[in-house]
Nanobody
Framework: QVQLVESGGGLVQAGGSLRLSCTAS????????MGWFRQAPGKEREFVAG???????????DYADSVKGRFTISRDNAKNTVYLQMNSLKPEDTAVYYC???????????????WGQGTQVTVSS
């Protein structure tokens, strides 16, 4: 069982930056695929970024087209934490952001069994 706790959301002006954090319980964090998803009001939850373990100390990061070049996902296995650095934020980035974990690689919500409670990100124009 994995428990995830997000933090770092808030209100920011367009063009600004925020860094989200997600801290996980458990002793096998380094082997988990970690993802960030977001859900805006009235919309489906969508994939934002993921970082997957592909062996030894090698990880692969993937991004939704809408955030490529602006968001960066990273992880610190010593702290059981995954980060989402969000730069050049736009009003359309406004959503509740969720952290997710599983041993499977994927960009769909059903690929992940473990979810955090979400953190609100609001970008004003």
């Amino acid at each position: 069982q994995v428990q995830l706790v997000e933090s770092g959301g808030g209100l920011v002006q367009a063009g600004g930056s925020l860094r989200l954090s997600c801290t996980a319980s458990g002793r096998t964090f380094s082997t988990y695929a970690m993802g960030w998803f977001r859900q805006a009001p009235g919309k489906e939850r969508e994939f934002v970024a993921g970082i997957n373990w592909i062996g030894r100390n090698t990880y692969y990061a993937d991004y939704a087209d809408s955030v490529k070049g602006r968001f960066t996902i990273s992880r610190d296995n010593a702290k059981n934490t995954v980060y989402l650095q969000m730069n050049s934020l736009k009003p359309e980035d406004t959503a509740v952001y969720y952290c997710a974990a599983d041993h499977r690689v994927g960009v769909q919500t059903y690929d992940y069994n473990y979810w955090g409670q979400g953190t609100q990100v609001t970008v004003s124009s």
